[in-house]
């Protein structure tokens, strides 16, 4: 596809279930983000892909938290036993390399009931 | 604590009025980003800043670089209703891209 894709864009679930959101880079970018934004404010760091490099776990908030990508192209980011302060906007973002053009997602919308 | 801490946090002013907003740290960065976010979209790309002292125009917006390469400002003359969003900054920081926790930018006719 022309830009990042993310899927689902609304994901609505009960308190303790487990939650996957999926991200579809830009063909040919090696660095992949994924970023957690709470309404009206900042993009929080989760967690950071480049390349075959191990990936910068350093803002994943709990163990709750983890991420995958699958050949260098498709991410996964995965929230067990969810808890309302899951509630945010996951965004996904690729680029080319740090410091380069990040393009973003639509974002998904995570609300936890 | 904000490696770019950016001020002010919420900003509401008439159209035609002139605004600045800043990104502010006490490290140094290569380069710096200011991205542009509307509701239920994700942020989007305005400029990057290279060079401290650098500044850049993008018609009615222009970015500056501070002279140390620790910070940025974002003025925008004569505002409109559509300049309305978030406005971000974001750095390259170990390794990896940063963002400040943005400027709420609303913008009445």
């Known amino acids: 596809g022309a830009g990042v894709s993310q899927s689902p864009s609304n994901k609505v679930t009960e308190k303790g279930k487990d939650v996957e959101l999926r991200c579809d880079p830009i063909?040919?970018?090696?660095?992949l983000y994924w970023y957690r934004q709470s309404l009206g404010q900042g993009l929080e760091f989760l967690i950071y892909?480049?390349?075959?490099?191990?990936?910068?776990k350093s803002g994943l908030p709990s163990d709750r938290f983890s991420a995958e990508r699958t050949g260098g192209s498709v991410s996964t980011l995965t929230i067990q036993r969810t808890q309302q302060e899951d509630s945010a906007v996951y965004l996904c973002?690729?680029?080319?390399?740090?410091?380069?053009?990040?393009?973003f997602g639509q974002g998904t919308r995570l609300t936890v009931v | 604590t904000q490696l770019l801490e950016q001020s002010p946090q919420f900003l509401s002013i008439q159209e035609g009025e002139n605004l600045t907003v800043y990104c502010n740290s006490s490290?140094?960065?290569?380069?710096l980003q200011w991205y542009r976010q509307e509701p239920g979209e994700g942020p989007v790309l305005l400029v990057t800043v290279v060079t401290g002292g650098e500044v850049k125009k993008l018609k009615r917006l222009t970015f500056q670089f501070g002279d140390a390469r620790k910070d940025s400002s974002l003025h925008i003359t004569a505002a409109q209703t559509g300049d309305t969003g978030l406005y971000l900054c974001a750095a390259g920081w170990g390794g990896k891209l940063i963002f400040g926790q943005g400027t709420e930018l609303s913008v009445k006719p």
């Open positions: 490290s140094v960065f290569s380069s």
């Open positions: 973002a690729s680029s080319l390399g740090v410091s380069t053009e990040a393009f």
């Open positions: 892909f480049q390349g075959n490099s191990a990936p910068d």
């Open positions: 063909s040919g970018h090696t660095a």
